[in-house]
């Protein structure tokens, strides 16, 4: 079932100027209800433009966004609900907090929902447990916490909205990989035991093997292809060709085939390459 969708939108930035540039071309795509799914692309493909399509922040000049199969631009419509529906976490979202502590900044969403104070408090206490922040982060400033610290509050303060759709603008960049391990996999719980749709932007091949269901390539503003991690990156080649990487496991992978190793190629984890390796050696070197 498609919780999002997005039917033959296209958007141009500065239309009518000498400066206009089409970001989006007839994208049509739809996001299923309780998966994680990557978005992934070269730089100016069209990514960051698409995610703030997804909860109004930007009006397609053609097509429709649909959420739960209603447009969400239409006339009469409530955008405000939406954007609770739809949350939207950008890149370096640490530069966006600003209240005098951590707990109201993370509750400064539920608050505007009008939740009570009793459900604002467990969403709260709930969600730095999700980002691994401990309780004892909440009383202080946010203006006190680590770079990545501050990275999980501002994540925390979109997930206590516990929004259907969770949508993610390179949330792991610039951390190390502790960083990124925690926050990708405070997203991977969130998502897991909140049944939520979350779409996530990143670079990182690796990270998209390791925490998507599915992926969706873009480029040129339009999408290239689409499906399972293992149906993507069996395709190398056209990848390469786009400009975007692979899973080091999978280049090593095909490293190995190159050199007359029969092993398999659509491989893209760590696990699945050790059980290949055990495979073509005939279990000699199981640990």
Same mark, same amino acid.
């Given at each position: ?7 033959? $939108? ?7 100027? !000498? ?12 996001f299923?209800?309780g998966?994680?799914? @990557? =978005?992934?692309?070269?730089? @100016? ?11 109004? =922040?930007?009006t397609p000049?053609? &097509? ?11 006339k009469g419509?409530?955008?405000? *609900?939406?954007r609770?529906?739809?949350? =939207? ?5 640490? /530069? ?10 993370? #509750?400064?969403?539920?608050k505007?929902?009008?939740?009570s ?14 980002v691994?922040?401990?309780e004892?982060?909440? *009383? ?22 516990? !929004? ?12 190390? !990989?502790? &960083?990124?391990? +925690?926050?990708l ?15 996530? $932007?990143?670079?990182s ?5 390791? /925490? *998507? ?9 339009? $999408?290239?292809?689409q499906? *399972?991690?293992? +149906? ?10 786009i400009?975007?990487?692979? !899973? ?10 190159k ?13 699945? #390459?050790?059980? +290949? ?8 070197h199981?640990?």
């Amino acid at each position: 079932m498609n919780k999002l969708e997005l039917k033959n $939108v296209s958007y141009t930035y500065s239309a009518g100027t !000498p400066f206009c540039k089409k970001a989006l071309d007839s994208v049509s795509l739809s996001f299923e209800k309780g998966q994680i799914i @990557g =978005l992934i692309g070269h730089t @100016g493909c069209g990514k960051s433009t698409l995610v703030q399509l997804l909860n109004g =922040l930007l009006t397609p000049d053609e &097509g429709a966004v649909l959420l739960d199969g209603q447009d969400i631009n239409r006339k009469g419509g409530d955008l405000r *609900s939406v954007r609770f529906r739809v949350g =939207l976490v950008f890149q370096y979202p640490e /530069y966006q907090l600003f209240e005098e502590t951590v707990y109201a900044d993370i #509750a400064y969403g539920p608050k505007n929902m009008g939740l009570s104070k009793e459900e604002t408090d467990r969403r709260v206490r709930e969600t730095v447990q999700f980002v691994g922040l401990s309780e004892d982060c909440l *009383s202080m400033s946010p203006f006190d916490l680590s770079g990545g610290q501050k990275r999980r509050a501002a994540v925390a303060g979109i997930m206590a909205m516990e !929004p259907e759709v969770l949508v993610l603008d390179e949330p792991a960049a610039g951390l190390d !990989p502790i &960083g990124r391990e +925690e926050i990708l996999g405070g997203i991977f719980s969130y998502q897991r035991k909140k049944k939520s749709t979350v779409i996530i $932007v990143s670079h990182s091949m690796e990270d998209m093997a390791r /925490y *998507s269901d599915r992926l969706v390539v873009m480029n040129r503003g339009r $999408v290239l292809m689409q499906g *399972s991690c293992r +149906e993507v990156f069996s395709r190398p080649e056209r990848l390469t060709e786009i400009g975007l990487d692979i !899973p080091q496991i999978t280049r090593f992978m095909l490293a190995l085939r190159k050199r007359g190793i029969d092993v398999r190629t659509d491989i893209f984890t760590v696990e699945e #390459a050790k059980d +290949e390796i055990i495979r073509v050696s005939g279990g000699r070197h199981r640990a």
